[in-house]
């Protein structure tokens, strides 16, 4: 593998930034040079390297063949030109040009993002003078781009196996220890995120190697809980999809690897047909999450390139359903429940009858897909209820997100400041559940969210919009409709019940542990992963 110091180079113009990062840039430029003289082996490759003016960066851009360069390539910006390759004429050549992003500052580190804001200004009066009609608007919209989704491909694509007649792609001699290829939609806070890390630790107590890759540029603010020794290949800033399969294919027969498991990872999903056809000896696995009202999300894409996965992990029994009802994937769906071992035992709910006091949580990344501004108005139907009834409600707030902002504004506005405890991404959740009465998760799209496991382990009593397979957790009557509106007026009602209703609370706790109890009787996600990596391995999967 070449490095800078190795390279035919033209030249650089200015790695010296003036600014102290020119070490990261170096840093950088290693890591691009490493992806593409494995993207383009045996091709004399010309590297433009640009300095971003964000901290994501900018997608790469690849010109085959002989290539002239502008005055507009070797701009302010330009960090430098550097050749790697055979330098020999009959080379093929190939030009990209490449964004090292800025590194990122402390505050985009914390989680600061730029605040959200509706782009129109008569959007933003809504916003102001009657947010629930601006949820119910954007809701509708919402509804409409679901209608549409009917139109996305829910067909498997076919394939037809590999016939014997010819001799198969030849798997390279092994000189390294066995290693796994993980993909990811991004390094940032979710549950398909947190699956995925587990995965990583999982594939370690096994003895894999571990690459790790995503597909969305970001800041991966997760990567730092990569564990030491694990490749994570920036590819989402540096290589385009459309690159990934020959790029794929090279790391698996030079590192070894022996699965590749997609976690939302759409580029990835692209390259099972190359793998199969090149790397027949690599099992190839999924794990899914959640039906996205869109379009289908990563369970329509995952049904769409069944016939190339060995095997389908899912969390839920909606997921399973999905598979085996909407493609032909009856036998290769294995269902891992997200939960550890021992976590049955539960505690009574912390809410009493007619309490004089009562504690509602909201957790959740502030994006649109929480609500979080349906979250705020429903604080507000419940604080007035709660004055009228003589109970003392406060409210913790856990999240961060572009609608910080917002959320703070509209407290201020509703007059709420004082009853709200605002609280960062990294609070110790259960330890703030445990003296939770009430969840709420008014969510647009989710799919069996580990919230509100964690609520029911803690004694608090989640209300939850019904979509996805929360319903495979939470009781009917404390799933309220999707209609943000709707969602406000339900969830204020189901908890004059839960205060006021004894039989109905104890009815609602009882169902709550049942289905908490049947999840737990599911195989575990540990334990379904960790069989499918051993039978990959030994390649009887």
């Known amino acids: 593998m070449s490095d800078i110091a190795d390279a035919t180079a033209i030249p650089a113009s200015r790695y010296d930034t003036g600014d102290g990062t020119d070490a990261y840039y170096r840093a950088e430029a290693e890591k691009v040079i490493a992806i593409y003289l494995r993207r383009f082996p045996g091709y004399r490759v010309r590297l433009v390297l640009t300095r971003g003016d964000d901290a994501v960066g900018k997608p790469a851009k690849i010109v085959a063949g002989h290539h002239t360069l502008e005055p507009d390539h070797i701009r302010a910006e330009c960090l430098g030109v550097i050749e790697v390759g055979p330098t020999d004429a009959p080379a093929p050549r190939v030009t990209a040009h490449v964004t090292i992003p800025r590194p990122p500052n402390p505050g985009e580190l914390a ?19 009657a947010p629930m009609a601006y949820e119910r608007l954007r809701y509708a919209r919402e509804r409409m781009v679901q ?56 594939a370690r107590q096994m003895g894999l190697r571990v690459f790790v890759v995503c597909d969305v540029p970001a800041l991966q603010r997760l990567a730092p809980k990569l564990a030491e020794g694990v490749e994570f290949i920036r590819l989402d800033r540096y ?68 016939n190339y996965i060995h095997a389908h992990h899912v969390i839920s029994r909606q997921l399973r359903d999905t598979l085996t009802s909407r493609f032909a994937a009856t036998g290769r769906v294995h269902l891992g429940r997200m939960l550890p071992a021992g976590a049955e035992a539960l505690p009574p709910a912390r809410l009493q009858g007619k309490a004089k006091t009562m504690s509602i949580a909201f957790v959740g990344r502030l994006y649109y897909q929480k609500r979080p501004l349906t979250v705020v108005l429903t604080m507000k139907a419940l604080a007035d209820w709660a004055k009228g009834a ?37 609070t110790d959740v259960p330890a703030l559940l445990a003296r939770t009465d009430i969840l709420l998760l008014p969510s647009s799209n989710e799919g069996l969210a580990l919230v509100c496991y964690e609520a029911v382990e803690k004694g608090a009593i989640p209300i939850s919009t019904d979509v996805g397979a929360q ?24 908890v004059r019940r839960l205060w006021g209703d004894d039989a109905f609370r104890m009815a609602q706790v009882a169902a709550l542990h049942a289905n908490y109890a049947a999840i737990a009787a599911d195989p575990r996600a540990e334990d379904v992963i960790k069989a499918l990596y051993a039978d990959a391995l030994e390649g009887t999967a």
């Open 390 to 426: 003589g109970v003392d409600l406060t409210f913790d707030f856990v999240g961060e997100g572009p609608f910080a902002p917002a959320v703070i504004q509209m407290l201020g506005r509703l007059g709420l400041r004082d009853r709200v405890r605002m609280h960062p991404a990294g």
């Open 471 to 494: 319903g495979e957790l939470i009781p009917p009557a404390l799933l309220v409709p999707r209609d943000p509106a709707k969602a406000r007026r339900a969830t204020v009602a189901a």
């Open 111 to 129: 989680g600061g993002e730029a605040p959200w804001l509706p782009r129109s200004r008569v959007l933003r009066t809504l916003v102001d003078r």
């Open 239 to 306: 290589l385009p999809a459309a690159e990934w399969p020959i790029f794929v294919e090279a790391l698996v027969r030079e590192e070894n690897i022996r699965i590749v498991h997609i976690h939302h990872c759409s580029a990835l999903y692209a390259c099972a047909a190359q793998l199969r056809a090149m790397t027949p000896w690599v099992r190839i696995i999924d794990s899914t999450h959640v039906v996205e009202y869109a379009d289908g999300g990563y369970v329509r894409m995952a049904g769409v390139w069944s």
């Open 147 to 202: 209608a549409r989704g009917a139109r996305h491909p829910w067909r498997s694509l076919p394939f037809g196996g590999l016939s014997p007649i010819f001799p198969h792609a030849a798997e390279p001699a092994a000189d390294r220890a066995p290693a796994i290829l993980i993909g990811m939609h991004w390094l940032e806070t979710g549950g398909a995120e947190k699956l995925a890390l587990d995965c990583v630790a999982w």
